[in-house]
């Protein structure tokens, strides 16, 4: 590990008060544990450890990323501001260089929030790493920044998002998504037209242990990172890969949460998902907040830890390697790539069904891309929602070019409603949000 | 008649109360190197002509622990701590004699490892050959599980002076903290004892019969007979003292800050609705970060005698103090030279100040008198600028519900207390500077032994109930109970509050005093597998909070008027 100390953020809000019903996974009782074993252990009584309160995200950091059906408000819980607000406060002090790194143990989650928001899919409403992004730009103006999701389940939100946004590197590392909610994130979604390769999925076999995880980090990732050379490294960090989660099929331990947030050293780590309240959490969290600070992790195991008895199979490690390398293969190769799917358009659409499970709501909407060599290209999407709405939105994307935003200035004015409720203008460089 | 006492670092000061009011009042200069003589001297001059037949108690308020500590004046401790997982044992370790056991107990109070008998006879063996007379045990969680720290403690056996529990020094959760308090607890016990142990005997030699309590760090009494085995509770009882004084020569009931402004240095400290606030874990002592209850106060390196300084271009307040004020025969500037030049003050030589003052005028190139106002102007600005950092850390304090964070409760003060050798003259600026109304209490200059006499039993217990483990333990007792799966949170409630009850009363408080509030009131659902409810965890802290003695908040005002 490494040796040197760091100032490390804490951002600690479990909602105590909160959940999404009295026995869901998302509940009071979540980060009960952690607490305890945080509280327990003195770490904020460590001069590098420091708590922060969480500050309200507000409706402007919301809709500067999202398109909420009908607005924010009908589709959030002040929980849901804390938890964005939260991970802006770890972002703030790292900004501020008030602390050398933050960890925002914040919930509700987000990574699975997309874009578009008719309600909440996979315990979340609102993407709060793609709020906290986006607040960054906003303030500090331009960065690169890259995500590593470490979360089970693929951040389908997050890739959404970033999509099409070359200067966001979103990396999801998960359990294959054929065998887990939300049954995507395969290698082969890589990105929109104009930011191709800059998302990047591996999934992984039920049954990885610390040695694949950590394979892929030293294999795949760091290069990756390398070469992308981000101004800012985030981990969303989903702790149910952890082999006692009761939602998952994986076999992460603390040690090796810990040893990759040490290895990866993210500027800021946000909560994702984690249901392994009692058995997982609480180790896997001060194994985190550790690693992060520089501080010795090496005896924060779970009292059940016997990694000879969860080691994955050398099958399993054979399928890693090979997958690993043809990732790679994919990365260096994207610019081709791009050209090649390119070639000769103006638009390239997609249409999509989208699944809210945790409200039951089915989506199908149709996106349009810009071709654009110069940003990430201008963005119309038609959604319609089993709930009864039908909307249309207009997305400048950030650092947008003249082109692209005079495209679509002109759409979003000659759209007329039709069999639209509502019509949206998103322009987070200019902070336009218009809704007719 | 009610006596108290407060042996200070300079001064052992003593008031005798009568119908609550100030009877006589007597001073005499401390005796480091033995307490017991400055107490009889004291108690001698105010007792004089009194019959001891009317003394109803006495209430002592000692340095006899701060100083063991802060001067090294300790044992040597044996520590057995069960660690289990989590920070590296090199992070724990406390002293030479540190050794760690292999059982340990989880976040709910389960134990994960059980304790190895060999292992702790063998560590106990090792102390008895080092003539290690004092034993401190200390698991991690062993709140939640007193059983592994008491199974150790009959393990070791009654070989030894003293054994500490950790599960005993306080309900909340802080192992490094815990390990540190149940060590310093072993380190002054032999100290504190036979200090005690001399009370007793002066008491029973003047024929008293009144209890005699100690003030505690968190501004309450204990019993001294109850305090022995606990004798870390009685550190730092002097700021304590100081507080519940200004809290017992005013009669404010709201938001307030508090100052004590003394030759080196200056204390704040804050009220919330009349109550002084508690440090939320635990006070620091001597480097060491513990779980001993103490009221919240912040000392800065400012007071009347700090020397000021000029140093590019500014002058400097603090944090030193070279000597007494140059009106008084001292080397450097301070802020008392200056209130003498302003003529806030007609203390001491005031050419020796003039001319001290003249010195830094003629190095800042400004005029006597501006310097001298500039040098007050900082001196207030400084006071009041870090009790504004205070009360923005009290009010930026995490919290962890949705409603607590809309809520956002603040404390704010209506009103500043000051107290100290140049509150009269600094009290109107603070005033204007800080934008609150000063009060400045009269017979400050016995405050802290008014603030011991007055001063109610204060207490705390912990409680976590946990039906799916049908366990209930209360830390601070050593209870460690089987409950049924419908214990509810009313019965929790109820058991807690009997619990707090009875513990007051044995530490020696009154029925009219057990001013008791829950100061944390949780329950969570616990579900277990795909959604089942399998039971219930609880958890309740409550308090005889901070206060006077019942029916003298009435008269002490009237002591004030």
Redesign the interface.
Known sequence: MSDSKKRTGLIFFPAFDWAISPTHPEREERLLYTQDQVFEEGLLDLDNIIEFKPGLATTEDINRIHICVPDAHSVITQSHLISAGGAITAAEKVMQKEVDNAFALVRPPGHHAMRIVHGARGFCNINIEAIMIEYIRHTYGHKRVAIVDTDCHHGDGSQDIFWHDPDTLFISIHQDGRTLYPGSGFSDEFGGPNALGYTINVPLPPGTSDEGFLFTLDNLILPILDEFKPDLVINSAGQDNHYSDPLTDMSFSAQGYALLNDRLAPDIAVLEGGYSIESALPYVNVGIILAMAGIDYSHVTEPDYRPETIRQTPQTSRHIEQQVAAIYDLWKGRAPRRAALVKGKEWLHRDRGIFYDTDMISEHQEETVRICDECGGLITIASEASTGNRIFAVIVPGRGCPACRKKGEEIFETTGKGSYQYIYFQDRDRDIFLVK | MIIGIDVGGTHTDAVLLEALQIKKKAKVLTNQENLIESLTAVTKEIFSGEDPGDIERIVLSTTISTNAIVQGKTDRVGMILAS????????LRIGKDTHFISGYV???GIR??GTDSGEVAGIADLFERENIGHVGIVG??STRNPGLETEIGDIIGGRFRHRSFGHLMSGN?????RIATTYLNAAIWDTYSTFVKNVMDYVGHMRITAPVYILKADGGTSKISQSVGYPVGSILSGPAASIMGILSLTDGREDAIALDIGGTTTDISIFADGVPLLEPLGVTIGGH?TLIRGLLTRSIGVGGDSRVGYEDGEFTIGPERNGPAAAFGGPSPTPTDAMIVLGLTDIGDGGKALKAIQEMASLANRSPDETAQEIFDLTCRKILSAAGEMLGEIN????????E??EGKKVTPTVVYIVGGPAGPMAPYIEKMGGYPSCVPEHAEVANAIGAALARTTTEVTLLADTEKGEVTIAEEGIQASISRGFSHQDAMDLCEETLRKRALRMGAREDDLDMEIIED?T????R?????AGK?IRIKAQVKPGLIAGFKQEASDVRQ
């Open positions: 289990g997982p989590g920070l590296p044992p090199e992070m989880n976040h709910r994960v490892a991690k969680f959760l802080n192992f490094p903290r970060k930026d304090k995490p919290v962890y519900t949705v409603h964070i809309l949780q969570f659902n616990m579900v597998g795909m959604g089942s409810m965890n």
